[in-house]
């Protein structure tokens, strides 16, 4: 039953970044010479819309469906990981075309070189794994 | 407006996503999709090599039943729900994309040049989406998260880290879009 749950929201997710066309690379480019509002504007939505239902879960202590209490876990402080990180991360962003759940949506569309970029996605988490204690945070 | 066929205006795939948001805090857990990607290395055996990829990827499971999901979303929307694939994107756009030889920008979902079969031919292409893919998986998980996890989830709680590893986004992206494509393309 959670599955199907979990399912249903993976298959909405999925058509909403296609049918948005969040998951086309014309897209992500476009956003990134500030030549359309369209991809500010739903990340603004979800964004305002989230920010919302955040505080409302927190200031009435909404608990999940299952009665428990809904969790937010702060992210660590901290400054170097978030900013070399996130420009490595937009390097890839930008040159793919597609973020991690995209990527998925754009294979099961039938674009078969995807998959490159999802294999490669993978070893670029596993090197990562490898270097962690290497690498400054 | 034909919300089956048309493409989605941002206004409603916003509410999606936000609502997408919701339905995973509700059920406990939380809107990430790179975190997947650590999962998979776990399950291929990377635990061995590094200490990062022990644990219990069991309890990440309903990720990977959201990231099948994904998939199938994709399969529905791009077989039954699309009457035409052009992503209608800015004209200057365009002009721009076809002086770096993308001849098919604004007439296709995903640039030709990128995503056709005939890449797999093409060893430049494969570095390129090669290289793109290292790039996200290791900065995602380096940044502690992507898109989703920072961009939507963390900056709706309004986590200072999430802010800044937004900023590095926009700034590799724009690196990458303003002057890297010119000599790669």
Redesign the interface.
């Given at each position: 039953m959670?599955?199907l749950?979990?399912?249903?929201?993976?298959?909405?997710?999925?058509?909403?970044?296609?049918?948005?066309?969040?998951?086309?690379?014309?897209?992500?480019?476009?956003?990134?010479?500030f030549?359309?509002?369209?991809?500010?504007?739903?990340?603004?939505?979800?964004?305002?819309?989230?920010?919302i239902?955040?505080l409302i879960?927190k200031r009435y202590n909404?608990k999940?469906?299952?009665g428990?209490t809904?969790?937010?876990?702060?992210?660590?402080?901290?400054?170097t990981?978030?900013?070399?990180?996130?420009?490595?991360?937009?390097?890839?962003?930008?040159?793919?075309?597609?973020?991690?759940?995209?990527?998925?949506?754009?294979?099961?569309?039938?674009?078969?070189?995807?998959s490159?970029?999802?294999?490669?996605?993978?070893?670029?988490?596993?090197?990562?794994?490898?270097l962690?204690e290497k690498?400054p945070h | 407006m034909n919300l089956i066929y048309d493409p989605w205006p941002w206004y409603i795939s916003g509410i999606a996503i936000a609502l997408i948001m919701l339905l995973l805090q509700l059920s406990g857990e939380k809107f990430g999709m790179s975190s997947n990607l650590r999962t998979l290395c776990t399950i291929c055996g990377a635990g061995k090599q590094a200490h990062f990829f022990r644990f219990d990827w069991k309890a990440q499971r309903w990720n990977l039943v959201v990231v099948l999901g994904a998939i199938i979303g994709g399969s529905i929307a791009a077989n039954f729900m699309t009457n035409q694939n052009a992503v209608l994107i800015n004209s200057n756009t365009i002009e721009h994309l076809k002086t770096l030889g993308f001849e098919s920008a604004g007439t296709a979902y995903l640039p030709l040049e990128l995503f056709e079969m005939h890449v797999f031919s093409s060893p430049k292409t494969l570095i390129i989406l090669f290289f793109g893919g290292l790039f996200v998986g290791f900065g995602a998980r380096y940044a502690g998260g992507c898109t989703s996890g920072h961009a939507i989830s963390g900056l709706s709680n309004l986590q200072l880290p999430s802010l800044i590893a937004v900023v590095g986004f926009f700034i590799g992206g724009l690196i990458m879009t303003h002057f890297l494509f010119p000599l790669i393309f």
């Open positions: 959670r599955t749950f979990y399912l249903i929201i993976g298959i909405l997710f999925g058509i909403t970044m296609y049918k948005s066309e969040a998951a086309s690379w014309f897209r992500i480019y476009e956003m990134f010479r030549e359309s509002f369209h991809m500010y504007g739903i990340i603004g939505t979800a964004l305002a819309m989230g920010v239902s955040t879960i909404i999940s469906f299952y428990e809904v969790k937010f876990i702060p992210k660590e402080k901290g400054f990981r978030y900013m070399l990180g996130g420009i490595i991360f937009g390097l890839g962003w930008a040159l793919a075309g597609a973020c991690p759940g995209p990527m998925f949506t754009l294979l099961g569309a039938g674009f078969l070189p995807i490159i970029v999802i294999i490669a996605a993978i070893l670029g988490t596993f090197i990562y794994g490898i962690k690498l | -």
